[in-house]
């Protein structure tokens, strides 16, 4: 049934999924499977398996609770065919609770009690006789024994019994649910005298939307304000009559007669005090979580999209974290990243050693011939730019090129156990300088060290449901990891456990081991580390290179158990292995169908004559660098008009935010992307990405810049 359900979700075969939930019980990870087991699952992508895989955990946590649910009404000697058969036909744990809230074990409320008195029997003649009292017919039901001594706690505790049947009817929740869905507003407005304070939630001191139309970023503006203490929320329900009478309808209660009155009046009266409120809250609560869900999209996109951007690639980099009363930290690190120089500059104010400090860089660059600058992007960074360009200008024998760099979780990662694990007698100032070097050169190996949330390309990311974050952050950056490879004697430890089949004590084992051999000359040698038995050598080889060892095709994509179709392929081409890598016209000219085996097959055959192609080829763009105007260094120095150069930051379900260099992100709002309409902002832009913008907007009191990607009219 499961098995179905996703098959059917997914819109792909029964035998697929079957196939997936067997490699993945197994211990198959996502990376291993979307790659090389494409010829059991048809091909599934990464993507496709990461929702099977989410999908299949809900509906085996909601099979367990349905077991015990039917269990235990069972045991009450209340499950009817009617309601067991509801029960196995919802998919929905929400739905699942509601009809288990009848049968649920609870606290005596004053409706149990009033049951234990029969007074839900008392309810029922007063449907069936309206025409009578329920004051007349109730008084065959006093019983000071039981807290009932009069006919007005009788009445009241048959009310209550009531206004329990409506709360634990499961459908007919679902249909109130469904109603309010289509009609309610959300209102937001501001607590009294909280106007200065919340200024920057002013937009939605008196805003009201449609439930169901709020975009997610609104949605979680308004609950940030609510925790912040400046907004209140409630729903907007057009007709509230509409929702007491659909209840009356269900219920089948009389129209006429006392006994109607009396019973539209203790209606009225539950929709007042318990309904409304519930529901209100369980809907705010749904689309909550709807918000949240989509917010944690954005942030895996663009997380995917940084991890991804291009890489400087391996070259001697000076890195510059700036600061102004605190100095400049500069530290060199060598083609792999290893830190070779460091020291701290005071260009700027109070000490202003302007030429001290450029015959710092100078000496720095000269010794180490340095082919990289970058600089963090915080503050003093315009003013340290200036510094090198000035240096660059007066020193042509220095052939380096200045970058700025995000220095978005410098901070955190240089105040980290594992920053302090790497550098031990650092400051802690000088490891955010090293991590704003390596970035530039690799940035997929640098970020990974960083907890993905201090990154900053999210959309209210410290607001969703921070579990269900991190684990859907800790996919992304493992689909990431895999997807470009990692070198095996050079990589760290936050590196290599990211690599399918590996976790942290493997990685530290494979370091240990690198460290006393010196070097791996194989892939095959992981089979020496400790504890790594052959389901890790299974799931991690592939996705670890080893450039100039022993076996070429260790540094390919190429999984070793094809290796013989690899050799296979070069006989039959009359060519050595190493012939055969890189030669295209020969390649393209092969027909997968002539190598199809028991062993391997279409799919396989087709990604490996790829990988011989290019091996190792790394999906990422070309490195390119936005080139930021030096008369422009704060928001004071922009007008409106301007056009400049910038880079990507942050994407969001409305708009994208950009660096122009002035210290304050622009954002161009989904409206200014293009000329055309968008609806997704991701088609159009991603983190990292070079665009040119034009100033529209500046406001420098809330500092806020408005800029335009759409064509001048």
């Not at 979307?34 to 929702?51: F, N, P, S, V």
């Not at 936050?494 to 000359?521: D, H, K, M, P």
């Not at 990604?607 to 008369?631: Q, S």
Request: proline share 4%.
């Amino acid at each position: 049934m499961i098995s179905h359900k996703i098959a059917q979700e997914l819109g792909v075969k029964l035998a697929q999924v079957d196939a997936a939930i067997t490699l993945l019980d197994g211990g198959d990870t996502v990376p291993f499977i979307a790659r090389y087991r494409k010829e059991l699952t048809g091909a599934l992508d990464d993507q496709q398996l990461r929702l099977l895989s989410q999908r299949l955990v809900y509906l085996r946590e909601l099979d367990a609770r349905r077991a015990v649910i039917l269990k235990n009404i069972d045991e009450q000697s209340s499950l009817s065919p009617q309601l067991k058969q509801a029960i196995l036909a919802t998919d929905n744990k929400t739905q699942l609770e509601d009809l288990y809230l009848p049968y649920k074990s609870k606290r005596r409320t004053k409706a149990q009690i009033a049951r234990e008195a029969l007074l839900d029997q008392l309810l029922d003649k007063i449907i069936t006789q309206p025409h009578k009292a329920p004051s007349q017919l109730g008084h065959g039901f006093i019983n000071p024994e039981k807290g009932f001594p009069n006919i007005e706690t009788v009445l009241e505790g048959t009310s209550a019994v009531l206004s329990d049947r409506i709360c634990e009817h499961a459908e007919l929740l679902q249909r109130l649910r469904s109603t309010l869905t289509e009609q309610a507003k959300l209102h937001a407005t501001v607590i009294k005298g909280k106007e200065d304070d919340g200024a920057k939630f002013r937009d939605y001191f008196d805003y009201t939307e449609k439930l169901k139309l709020i975009p997610s970023h609104r949605m979680l503006a308004q609950l940030r304000g609510v925790n912040d203490g400046t907004l209140k929320l409630k729903l907007i329900i057009p007709n509230e009559e509409h929702c007491q009478q659909l209840i009356s309808r269900y219920l089948q209660l009389p129209r006429k007669g006392s006994g109607a009155e009396w019973l539209q009046h203790a209606l009225a009266n539950c929709w007042k005090t318990r309904l409304k409120s519930k529901l209100q809250k369980e809907l705010i609560q749904h689309y909550k979580e709807i918000a949240e869900t989509e917010a944690i999209h954005v942030f895996s996109r663009n997380l995917s999209d940084l991890l991804l951007s291009a890489p400087a690639g391996p070259k001697v980099t000076l890195g510059l974290d700036p600061g102004l009363r605190t100095g400049v930290k500069t530290v060199v690190v060598d083609a792999t990243g290893k830190l070779l120089a460091y020291a701290t500059i005071y260009p700027h104010a109070p000490k202003n050693q302007w030429q001290a400090s450029k015959e710092t860089l100078y000496q720095l660059c000269r010794q180490h011939a340095v082919e990289l600058i970058s600089i963090g992007n915080g503050t003093g960074s315009r003013e340290t730019e200036k510094l090198v360009s000035e240096l660059l200008k007066e020193h042509s024998d220095i052939h380096a090129q200045k970058l700025i760099t995000s220095e978005a979780g410098a901070s955190v990662y240089s105040a980290s156990e594992l920053a302090a694990h790497e550098f031990p007698d650092l400051d802690v100032t000088i490891r955010g300088a090293v991590s704003i070097a390596r970035r530039l050169q690799d940035p997929l190996a640098e970020l990974v060290k960083i907890e993905p949330k201090a990154i900053g390309v999210g959309q209210y990311q410290h607001d969703v449901n921070q579990n269900q974050l991190s684990q859907q952050l800790e996919t992304v950056i493992e689909d990431c990891v895999n997807a470009v490879g990692v070198d095996l004697n050079s990589a760290s430890e936050a590196l290599l456990t990211r690599v399918s089949g590996l976790n942290q004590t493997l990685s530290n084992n494979i370091i240990q081991y690198r460290n006393e051999i010196g070097r791996f000359t194989s892939r095959s040698q992981l089979l020496n580390v400790p504890r790594l038995g052959p389901k890790a050598y299974e799931q991690s080889a592939a996705f670890l290179r080893v450039s100039n060892g022993t076996q070429i095709l260790d540094n390919s994509a190429v999984h070793p158990e094809s290796y013989p179709l690899v050799k296979l392929i070069a006989q039959r081409s009359q060519r050595a292995v190493s012939q055969l890598i890189g030669d295209r016209e020969l390649l393209a000219q092969l027909d997968p169908a002539d190598f199809i085996s028991d062993e391997h097959g279409r799919y396989t055959i087709t990604d490996v004559l790829a990988e011989l192609e290019k091996p190792g080829r790394d999906p990422r763009p070309e490195f390119k660098t936005a080139n930021l105007r030096d008369d422009v260094e704060t928001m004071a120095d922009l007008q409106e008009g301007m056009k400049l150069e910038g880079t990507v930051t942050n994407v969001t379900n409305f708009g994208a935010f950009v660096d122009i260099g002035v210290h304050q992100d622009g954002l161009v709002h989904i409206s200014q992307l293009a000329d055309t309409f968008v609806k997704d902002p991701h088609k159009i832009v991603k983190p990292g990405q070079i665009v040119t913008v034009r100033v529209t907007e500046i406001d420098l009191k809330r500092k806020r810049i408005a800029l335009s990607m759409k064509a001048e009219q």
